[in-house]
């Protein structure tokens, strides 16, 4: 079935560090994929997505690349901030259902 | 626009109680999922309706049962509770734009069973 892997965290960066956290998917047809954003105590954030291959999806600084040949969606920002904080979730969905299958999250710790 | 809106948000049940959750979607979206969030099996999804017929399903026992109104509200039930079942529940209502969608998720209910 498919699935979703991303990098085992907690990753620990210091202000203005870049980011990557990298993601990987297992999917049959053309999926879409998705980076949530969860803070703590609160619900999941869409952050961005993309819906076809080499389609870029980006939104507060962030951005993610959707790579086919590589069936990979990696999260990257130039400069992170301790407002950052939090649980990234990288996610697909396959078209005929609303299911979204996630990976495991990754907690990202900006320090200042 | 209303975001996603759960009641309760907070929930202490004792093991064998049942319990229902709520979820109100966005005005205008008539898709609903769950999903169960624990921090050993990350996020599971459960179940999703659209117009009042449930679609998909994912891999939990028949405790776990939902249904949803002609106002596209929806509620989920677990009976017999287990502790295992001590999660955050996620609802998340999804426009449907041209092939295109997006799920909204709203802030989730922190069930806790003792």
């Known amino acids: 079935g498919d699935s979703v892997t991303q990098m085992e965290g907690p990753v620990t960066l210091s202000e203005e560090a870049f980011l990557t956290i990298n993601c990987t998917y297992t999917?049959?047809?053309?999926?879409?994929l998705f980076w949530y954003v969860q803070y703590p105590g609160e619900g999941l954030q869409l952050l961005l997505k993309?819906?076809?291959?080499?389609d870029k999806g980006s939104n507060k600084g962030f951005e993610a690349t959707y790579r086919k040949e590589t069936t990979s969606f990696h999260l990257e920002k130039g400069s992170v901030q301790v407002s950052d904080s939090a649980v990234y979730f990288c996610a697909l969905t396959n078209t005929g259902g609303f299911k979204t299958i996630f990976g495991a999250g990754t907690r990202l710790f900006v320090k200042a | 626009k209303a975001g996603v809106t759960q009641t309760p948000r907070y929930l202490i049940k004792t093991r064998g109680q049942q319990v229902t959750l709520s979820c109100s979607p966005i005005s205008g979206h008539r898709s609903v999922s769950w999903y169960q969030q624990t921090p050993g099996q990350g996020l599971q999804f459960l179940f999703e309706?659209?117009?009042?017929?449930?679609?998909n399903k994912g891999n939990f026992p028949g405790r776990f049962s939902g249904r949803q109104f002609s106002n596209s509200r929806s509620e989920m039930n677990v009976s017999t509770l287990e502790l295992g079942d001590s999660a955050l529940y996620l609802c998340a209502s999804t426009r449907l734009s041209g092939g295109d969608y997006e799920q909204y998720f709203g802030p989730g209910t922190r069930l806790t069973v003792t």
């Open positions: 999917a049959t047809g053309y999926p879409s």
């Open positions: 309706y659209f117009s009042e017929t449930q679609r």
């Open positions: 993309a819906t076809k291959a080499d």
